[in-house]
């Protein structure tokens, strides 16, 4: 990847991964749905230098110095990380005329990060099967997920709209 094309790739990520954020603070202060607690993901990244991997329940845990701040520079490099390999997947000329559904498709396939990793560690089970309304969390992280597509999708429209790439004819 050229250096234009990483910076493309870092705001789009960072962007997104905002609106999501956005969207999360929306749920809470328009529903009262609480969203994951950043601290937490920095909790179980954070123990996975001592060989922990999974815990019996996240919050129980031992904190971890510096917790938050790992927690929410992991969430945005996760994000700027799924669009890098969304560029290598459908190629850079994607951002050249971004279109709606492989950005919103990347949104459902990211949701298997949480579902398959994160919530297993944190002691949820897989795809939150040992949380009381498990298809709930399920549908909520889906929904969050589309919402990070949507912003991959909204960012680089816009982005087309406004510069002149190098990287499009």
Same mark, same amino acid.
């Given at each position: 990847?050229?250096?234009?094309?990483?910076?493309?790739? @870092?705001?789009?990520?960072?962007?997104?991964?905002?609106?999501? =954020?956005?969207? !999360?603070? $929306?749920?809470?202060?328009?529903?009262?749905? !609480?969203?994951? =607690?950043?601290?937490?993901? %920095?909790?179980?990244?954070?123990?996975?230098?001592?060989?922990?991997?999974?815990? !019996?329940?996240? *919050?129980?845990?031992?904190?971890?110095?510096?917790?938050?701040?790992?927690?929410?520079?992991?969430?945005?490099?996760?994000?700027?990380?799924? #669009? *890098?390999?969304?560029?290598?997947?459908? %190629?850079?000329? &994607?951002?050249?005329?971004?279109?709606?559904?492989?950005?919103?498709?990347?949104?459902?396939?990211? #949701?298997?990060?949480?579902?398959?990793?994160?919530? /297993? %560690?944190? *002691?949820?089970? @897989?795809? !939150?099967?040992?949380?009381?309304?498990?298809?709930?969390?399920?549908?909520?992280? +889906? #929904?969050?997920?589309?919402?990070?597509?949507? %912003?991959?999708?909204?960012?680089? &429209?816009?982005? $087309?709209?406004? +510069?002149?790439? /190098?990287?499009?004819?």
């Amino acid at each position: 990847m050229n250096s234009q094309l990483i910076l493309h790739v @870092l705001l789009v990520g960072v962007s997104a991964t905002l609106l999501m =954020d956005a969207w !999360a603070l $929306a749920r809470r202060r328009l529903f009262g749905i !609480a969203s994951l =607690d950043y601290a937490l993901v %920095g909790r179980w990244l954070g123990h996975m230098r001592y060989g922990r991997f999974q815990h !019996a329940a996240i *919050g129980k845990a031992q904190p971890v110095r510096g917790e938050r701040l790992l927690g929410w520079c992991s969430h945005y490099l996760i994000g700027v990380a799924f #669009v *890098g390999l969304f560029v290598l997947l459908v %190629g850079p000329q &994607w951002f050249c005329q971004p279109t709606l559904l492989p950005a919103l498709l990347l949104g459902v396939v990211s #949701v298997a990060a949480p579902l398959l990793l994160m919530q /297993p %560690g944190f *002691g949820m089970g @897989l795809a !939150a099967s040992r949380m009381a309304n498990p298809w709930q969390v399920r549908l909520r992280a +889906l #929904v969050t997920h589309l919402v990070f597509g949507l %912003g991959v999708y909204l960012v680089s &429209w816009v982005v $087309a709209q406004l +510069l002149a790439l /190098p990287l499009c004819p």
